[in-house]
């Protein structure tokens, strides 16, 4: 059969693959597309599956305000376009000084978003205040769809409640609210559910992360292969009708790409996607997906170290928050030749030098698998990511694949600005 883009001309096949896969136009080994400061691991809640283990109280070594004040100024060194800069936690409302970093990381042209945690801290005026600063987005967490699955989730009560009003507010005096969902085996088959309340409450982004079994969520079961599988088409459906993004689970863009293909190869392709019984399942109870025109936010080809970079609050600099590998401190070396120069780093953005089936696999180029799920589950930075099923080669597309991975590949390194907060948190 001939390939279904063999007769696209060459600018029409760049903007297939850009509809397929978004490409961060910048040049990802000299500036990321994101920074993430975890401004503190200070937090109310006592989530299952937290990453940070986060405490009641501050950590005395975390960075000061002036530190902070410095880190910003690191950040907005990189340059334009700047990166998107995320606060997160613990709980970021923990932090007297917060407003303060806000107005600077504004001042210095940083698009800038909060994690917060949905306990009393979380108030309209907190909001307003930190809007009135500079501050373009929040992300709310979300992992059920009632009380009783969030809050045994967050460990406290009235967090669901809380998480809804602050959601309204947050929209109310026009903050974009993106909602971030960890996927576990306890709350698999609330998925749908959930997708359905992200869309009745007009999230700006579903963000779903994909259990690390790191930190307190090492207790926390995962869910299988073959159903995460099942859930990455969910999702791709779903994206149909509103934004979706995944963390640590970057075989969403394989996903993305065969289901691509699989479109515009038709019926015959059938043999090429075998959905499961979950993803039956959560298309059943989500109900019908009327797709309203284009896809609305394809994957972004980014992962730890390539375009993205965490910042500790002692100022640790990790590829990936789930990744407790250091580079270096921010106190002592800046943030910019971390991440250009250190070993880490520069070997994390090699694809060539994965192992396993991701060394293997022909989509490596714009996923290549969690380095934080092969390094907590093996101690290897580079093993293969064991949540991903596929076996390299056995799509049975390769000719259309290739069609499409060139211009994308062709792609990187260009300069560009693609900056927006839909991506922010
Ligand atoms: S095998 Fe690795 S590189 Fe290939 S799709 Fe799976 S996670 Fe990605």
């Known amino acids: 059969m001939a390939s279904p883009f063999s007769t696209l001309d060459s600018l029409s096949l760049e903007r297939a693959a850009n509809r397929t896969i978004r490409h961060a136009r910048v040049d990802l080994s000299h500036r990321p597309f994101i920074v993430i400061w975890e401004v503190t691991r200070a937090c109310d809640l006592a989530c299952l599956h937290c990453r940070a283990t986060s405490m009641a109280t501050a950590d005395p070594a975390e960075l000061s305000t002036a530190d902070g004040l410095e880190l910003i100024d690191q950040i907005a060194a990189f340059g334009s376009p700047p990166p998107l800069?995320?606060?997160?936690?613990?709980?970021?409302?923990?932090?007297?000084?917060?407003?303060?970093?806000?107005?600077?990381?504004?001042?210095?042209?940083?698009?800038?978003?909060?994690?917060?945690?949905?306990?009393?801290?979380?108030?309209?005026?907190?909001?307003?205040?930190?809007?009135?600063?500079?501050?373009?987005?929040?992300?709310?967490?979300?992992?059920?769809s009632s009380a009783p699955i969030h809050d045994s989730f967050r460990g406290r009560e009235q967090t669901f409640a809380r998480t809804l009003e602050a959601w309204e507010r947050a929209h109310e005096i026009g903050l974009k609210v993106q909602v971030n969902t960890t996927v576990t085996r306890r709350n698999l088959r609330d998925l749908a559910a959930i997708a359905r309340l992200v869309l009745e409450h007009r999230a700006m982004t579903w963000s779903v992360f994909f259990l690390v079994q790191t930190g307190r969520g090492s207790g926390l079961e995962q869910i299988l292969p073959t159903e995460c599988e099942d859930v990455l088409n969910f999702l791709y459906d779903v994206g149909a009708i509103f934004p979706v993004k995944t963390t640590e689970a970057h075989h969403f863009k394989r996903v993305a790409m065969q289901r691509a293909i699989i479109e515009q190869t038709g019926s015959a392709a059938d043999r090429a996607f075998e959905p499961g019984e979950t993803y039956r399942y959560l298309r059943r109870e989500f109900g019908p997906i009327v797709p309203t025109g284009r896809r609305r936010r394809p994957p972004l080809d980014i992962n730890a170290a390539r375009g993205f970079v965490f910042v500790s609050h002692t100022g640790e600099v990790y590829p990936s928050g789930f990744l407790p590998l250091s580079a270096g401190n921010v106190r002592t070396t800046e943030l910019p030749s971390l991440y250009r120069t250190s070993a880490i780093f520069t070997a994390l953005r090699e694809t060539r030098l994965l192992e396993g089936r991701c060394g293997a696999c022909e989509f490596a180029p714009v996923c290549g698998g969690s380095r934080s799920r092969a390094f907590a589950q093996t101690g290897d930075l580079l093993a293969e990511d064991a949540l991903c099923g596929y076996e390299p080669g056995s799509f049975p597309y390769q000719a259309e694949l290739a069609a499409l991975l060139v211009p994308m590949l062709k792609d990187r390194g260009h300069s560009g600005d693609e900056r927006d907060p839909a991506t922010a948190v």
């Open 85 to 144: 800069f995320v606060l997160t936690g613990g709980d970021p409302l923990k932090r007297r000084d917060l407003v303060e970093l806000v107005r600077h990381a504004a001042s210095r042209g940083l698009p800038t978003a909060l994690s917060p945690s949905a306990t009393p801290l979380l108030t309209t005026q907190a909001l307003a205040e930190l809007k009135d600063a500079g501050l373009v987005a929040i992300s709310l967490s979300l992992d059920g």
